[in-house]
């Protein structure tokens, strides 16, 4: 094939275009705000985003398979009720954080049952769990914060590893696993199959709901390390936490060019997305001081994307 | 005689490389019925869908009425006076009969706000009673049986004060009854002076309806004959066009010595088909014929997996299979090609090679992961086996004409080395060469060992591959014949319900075959 | 076995059973009928309860969330969805809030009246355009709307709260027309108003066809675009109405009014029976489920749980969604195997 062929047939265009974006915004912001490009300052905000990574993960394979989480962030809330009040019991940090863990599992785990076997659209299940989750969590805790966290635990928060922060390894490891999972494994071509023609899945042996079941459990497990992270991170664990998170991931992976219709989407594009998402919403917050700002951006953003996203499908296809 | 109503010049379209229509050209005059026959994929319904305006032709036009018709526009097509009643009614499954005829047309009220719901319930009552219906009009149209929906879709069409009616095998699941209450209706607005074209594979109706009938074959227009003028041994001769036979005839193999690969016992699916018994031995290929609606996919589906049965048993190669359970149908050595390859077989957007291996890559993995040299070696087998034209094995499946996906569909299930093959429809909307293509498949598979039970609406084919016929009728199977002694007459007369049969009539329910 | 009167007559045969059957199968009765047993229970086990003053309360509080759920249902039966009215309702509050204090731009009552209107309907003009001609998914497009509009509505309030919106306005929210409170009558005319759109009017019935088969909607010449278009519009607009109503019973308008609002709605009109796969369900249910939240919360609060009843109220509407989808569920599996065994 000749090289004008294959740049034809290169089929990762967006994501290029998106990493430009991503070279170009921090070039700009250098310029703008030289303090904020430097090494310290992105490495200390880069301990902020690893909860909105690791949730954008789970949240592409079940993008890509046409699906939808809208309560990773009522399940996070709840695994940090979990492990508040279960530390608060006298249990040693460690048990409380895989208890927590488990509880966003079967949190996801619900989500799933619903989704997959009661059939029900995820739009209205993962609407209905953002609500109950969230209210559960406020109920049992009652608004209160837990802290009061030991040594060993915050250091999994804040801890580095030769420089690195801790959850950075964790969620590098995770994307990386990922990544691959999804661009090689028989698992990941399937994905992208049931995103595509569900029905063809079914009639071809694949079990689409155990599928369905997994993703959705993934996702609320995810939460439940994220609220581990956060809680360690801050020590504190309160039922506030993880608010608007949802809203954040799907921009994320919305812009990182996964399709809402599923069939389309890349790891490399969400990893950019939740990237752009975190530079903007950091970079705006230090520049202006304004929580107020981000919202609007982030909003402006998912709309924007997902127009985007529309018409770069109507080409290809 | 005065300019006839509709006149078709040089139509023609081609799908992706199959020519669907060649140059064909017909007319129809006001006040006549015209019927439209020809076999499964001669081009019929492309016909219909351009005049409907749903479908843009390649070449040619539409005139009608001694106007041009603005090609590819629903609403031209309305607003000349076009209606099309399709196979599978299209309704609002959601909203009752009235309001499934006024969408669109609603009355009002004086006051030009306020819907007139008891007028448009008497009228829909009243052209309802006209096609001999009588039922309550508040079931949501979801609810109603296939035939009803389908005459609330033409009491639409009737509404529509139209004067070209195009009516796609309307009758195959009416009852003699609603039949008769139909042509009724046809034969009044003839006297209006609206023109009927009526599609239908039930010659004695057209016989019984029609002024005129065109026969297409091949995309391409046969010929045109006045009713009166021609016999029904010749209208069948001209939609074939060739004897039948033609298709080079299968050494129809007695199956004494080789064991039973597929038996089926007593299925039943209530509401759709019912005490269901036959087997398949291993080398045979068992046809399976019926008219739309005769629960023939439904059974497939059933044997596969796809949906329950209420009642009755499936044993391959001598084991029990569970109902419902499609992996355990794959595991056991079943595969099915289905009817609708594009919604339920292919993920077109994938390429050739992942769609060959999707039912298979299990086997193709190490790990989890897919080996790109196995993937690789056994794609290009298939593709070279079944004769697939692509560009290469990286080509998208949507990119392939409707023979090679059809090759493609068939390839995903033998890499899998089933001992069952079921196929539905293996052969429709596919050109002529890939046609015989994959007869000489079928031929191949069998006589290395594979049990196939081939639904055809094809009955040359059917004829011509089939060491036995089964045919089925509502719900039931109502004959078998060995091959040797099976004949296209023997086969029609069996799946058309006789005129006064109390048995028949009533459609059980199903799929579209 | 399938007899051929049942077959040809698709089961009327029994008309009176199928009428009733057709009833059962119905939300708004199942829902109805736990709205009564619930005003029955509690009455009797609190009589206080049952008291004009309270019931009168009750309706006032639920009158915000029946007159945007009448928008909202027009938009999931076009098969769409709007979960930004929350935000929606926020923004309004603001723009009131900014547009009428004395502090502040000090308009007269009608402009600010106006204004809302405008800015309500613009806005939900502004999200339908976007989710039908940029052809994108309503989930999200409304997903990005809740989240810019409630920034917008912090950037506008800048972290302060107003608290002297003029008596005239005040009324609005607060006075009453012969003893009905003004938000009540507001919130009946809009569900009559509604009720007669949907079932009376031939763009009500476009609206549900719409939704139920869009293909064949198409088919049948409807504009899908305008129809989708005048639902979030019409949303938009009933959004403004209702924080008219509402915003000015609060003491203090601050940037957080309204969240959690889309949720409530968006749950009062899937449990009252409206699918959201689009084409059936109705202003009826809606205006149940509405009450029947309504209650619960009340409820709550009257068991003496104080702080707690906000709390578990949140949980308690997503029980109820997830209560409601596993109901049509086990009555959709039940009456297909009906419909199987003895319709054709």
Known sequence: MTTLGRLRTFSYWYEVGLLGLFVALMVVISQVEPAFASRQVQAELSTHVFELAILALPMTFIMITGGIDLSVGSTMALSAVVLGLIFERGAPPSVAALLAVLAGAMAGALNGVFVAHVHVHPLIVTLATLSAYRGIAEGVSLGRPISGFPEQFTSLGTGTVAGVPLPGIIFALAALGSGVMLMWSAFGRRLYAIGFNENACRFSGISVDRIKLMLYTLSGTAAGLAAVIFAARRNTAKADVGLDMELNVITAVVLGGTSVFGGRGTLVGTLLGVALIHETSEFVSWRWHSDESILLAIGVLLVVSVLLNGLLLKRRQ | MSDPYLQVAGISKAFGGVQALVDVSLDVRAGEVHALCGENGAGKSTLIKILGGSCLPDHGHVRVGGQALPPGSVLASEAAGIAVIHQEAVAFPDLNAVDNIFVGRELRRAGGLWLDRRRMRLEAAALLARLGEEFDLRTPAGDLPLARRQMVAIARALLQDCRLLILDEPTSSLSSRETQALFRIIRQLKDKGVSTIYVSHRLEEVFELADRVTVLRDGRKVATRSVGEISRAELIRLMVGRDVGGIAARPKSPPEGRPIMLEIQGLTRAGVFEKVSFSVHAGEVVGMAGLVGAGRSDVAQAIFGVDRWDEGRVLVAGKALSPGDIRAALRAGVALVPEDRQQLGLVLPMSVSVNLTLAILQSLCRLGFPSARREQTLASRLVAELGVRTASLRAPAWALSGGNQQKLLLGKWLALSPKVLLLDEPTRGVDVRAKEEVHQLIRQLADQGMATLLISSDLPELLALSDRIIVMRAGRIVGELAGSEATQEKVMSLAIPAEDDPATGARVGGSAT | ?344
Request: proline share 3%.
């Open chain 3, 1 to 344: 076995m399938i007899s051929q009167e049942a077959a040809r007559t698709g089961g009327t045969d029994r008309p009176f059973k199928a009428a009733l059957t057709r009833l059962a199968q119905r939300r708004e009765y199942g829902v109805g009928f736990l709205l009564a047993a619930t005003l029955i229970a509690v009455s009797w086990k609190n009589p206080a309860f049952a008291s004009a003053a309270n019931l009168s309360d009750l309706l006032v509080q639920c009158a915000p969330a029946v007159i945007v759920g009448c928008g909202l249902t027009f938009v999931i039966v076009t098969g769409e969805i709007d979960i930004s009215v929350g935000s929606l309702l926020g923004l309004l509050a603001a723009v009131m809030g900014l547009a009428c204090s004395p502090q502040r731009a000090n308009w007269p009552v009608v402009p600010t009246v106006l204004a809302t209107l405008l800015a309500g309907t613009a806005s939900g003009f502004l999200t339908g355009a976007l989710v039908t001609f940029g052809r994108a998914p309503s989930i999200i497009i409304t997903l990005g709307m809740l989240t810019a509009l409630r920034g917008l509505t912090e950037l506008l309030m800048g972290g302060e709260w107003i608290t002297d919106l003029p008596a005239g306005l005040r009324t609005l929210g607060t006075g009453s027309l012969l003893g009905i409170p003004i938000s009540v009558l507001v919130a009946a005319v809009v569900v009559v108003g509604s009720a007669l759109l949907a079932g009376r009017t031939a763009l009500g019935l476009q609206i549900y066809a719409v939704g139920s088969n869009p293909e064949a909607a198409r088919l049948a010449g409807l504009s899908i675009r305008r129809l989708r278009l005048f639902a979030f519009t019409l949303t938009g607009l009933l959004t403004a109405v209702a924080a008219l109503v509402s915003v000015p019973q609060l003491s203090v308008i601050e940037s957080g009014v309204g969240k959690g609002f889309e949720l409530l709605v968006v749950t009062c009109v899937v449990v009252g029976g409206t699918s959201i796969r689009g084409g059936s369900g109705g202003i009826l249910g809606t205006v149940l489920a509405v009450l029947l939240l309504g209650i619960v919360r009340t409820v709550l609060v009257f068991l003496k749980l104080g702080e707690m009843a906000t709390y578990w109220e949140r949980a308690i509407q997503g029980g109820f969604v997830l209560a409601a989808v596993l109901a049509d569920h086990l009555a959709r599996r039940s009456s297909a195997a009906r419909a199987a065994g003895g319709q054709t």
